[in-house]
T-cell receptor, first 111, second 116 residues
């Protein structure tokens, strides 16, 4: 079956670092995406991993371990505007660029 | 930002009525997708299209149909709306299936549908 797990909610302090974990069990794998979604808005693309290791993009980094079915999103120097939901999604193999999404992690950043 | 619009943005309807949601893109992307988003479930794929007149079912397709007669438009129809179809519906597009980071899906602003 297809299963993607993320924590439902997390809280963190402005200026701190937070790590959001994602574990997956899918029948195929062709890359993992992280999206950010502010309340009432559309998801927007943050990062993409297809090979093991860390991808860094400014304050955001994403890590992938394919053998463990595990990824994390690391947010540094947290800002209030980072309060949002973070969605982990696995791209299925087999074409059509189909994504399977986790339920998302709602992050609240406090002063 | 990718040029994707959805209409209507909000709709309230009654059980048993037909409803059509429209997704329009100006990017000439080949792939289009319809999702619904509900608390605790995340985004779930309803139907997708890989070209004009080429569509297929997703994870939660029961009660929904789609049509794509032009590259730029992808319509989602609820033939007879039910309260369980109250949700936020997102359309997404992607350029190709080359399986690279550039093939991320870009999302429209969403339609909030309430079925009474």
């Amino acid at each position: 079956g297809q299963n993607i797990d993320q924590p439902t909610e997390m809280t963190a302090t402005e200026g701190a670092i937070v790590q959001i974990n994602c574990t997956y069990q899918t029948s195929g794998f062709n890359g993992l995406f992280w999206y950010q979604q502010h309340a009432g808005e559309a998801p927007t693309f943050l990062s993409y991993n297809v090979l093991d290791g860390l991808e860094e993009k400014g304050r955001f980094s994403s890590f992938l371990s394919r053998s463990k079915g595990y990824s994390y999103l690391l947010l540094k120097e947290l800002q209030m505007k980072d309060s949002a939901s973070y969605l982990c999604a696995v791209r299925e193999s087999g074409g059509y660029n189909k994504l399977i999404f986790g339920a998302g992690t709602r992050l609240a950043v406090h002063p | 930002d990718a040029g994707i619009t959805q209409s209507p943005r909000h709709k309230v309807t009654e059980t048993g009525t037909p409803v059509t949601l429209r997704c329009h893109q100006t990017e000439n992307h080949r792939y289009m997708y319809w999702y619904r988003q509900d608390p605790g479930h995340g985004l779930r794929l309803i139907h997708y299209s890989y070209g004009v007149k080429d569509t297929d079912k997703g994870e939660v397709s029961d009660g929904y149909s789609v049509s794509r007669s032009k590259t730029e438009d992808f319509l989602l129809t609820l033939e007879s709306a039910t309260s369980s179809q109250t949700s936020v519906y997102f359309c997404a597009i992607s350029e190709s299936r080359l399986a690279g980071p550039t093939d991320t899906q870009y999302f429209g602003p969403g339609t909030r549908l309430t079925v009474l």
